[in-house]
């Protein structure tokens, strides 16, 4: 059974700093697209970042180039995204989600929120 954990959510004062990790049981990391999304309230969740299963390419929302990274330790089956210089917009619900094929797998979810 597949099952993606979040933690490493909380309230930060703006211009702080977080690191959300994704604990994967039941699949191997490096075989799936791995990404956050995030959805603020009163808003469609969106894509923040994501990283290619074999060769760790990442990609980024313009609003997080430069802040945020994402990064997988494939060993311990787990996602990272670190977050640099929160800003109050950043305040969402962040989600792992990880893709191969047609198989697609969603956390529950850890809450960020940034107080200004």
């Known amino acids: 059974q597949v099952q993606l954990v979040e933690s490493g959510g909380g309230l930060v004062q703006s211009g702080g700093s977080l690191r959300l990790s994704c604990a994967a049981k039941g699949l191997t990391v490096s075989h799936y697209l791995m990404s956050w999304y995030r959805q603020a309230p009163g808003k469609e969740r969106e894509l923040v970042a994501s990283?290619?299963?074999?060769?760790?390419?990442?990609g980024y929302a313009d609003s997080v180039k430069g802040r945020f990274t994402i990064s997988r330790d494939n060993a311990n089956s787990l996602l990272y995204l670190r977050m640099n210089s929160l800003k109050p917009e950043d305040t969402a619900v962040y989600y792992c989600?990880?893709?191969?094929?047609?198989?697609?797998?969603w956390g529950q979810g850890t809450q960020v929120t940034v107080s200004s």
């Open positions: 990283i290619s299963a074999g060769d760790d390419t990442t």
């Open positions: 989600n990880a893709v191969s094929g047609f198989n697609g797998h």
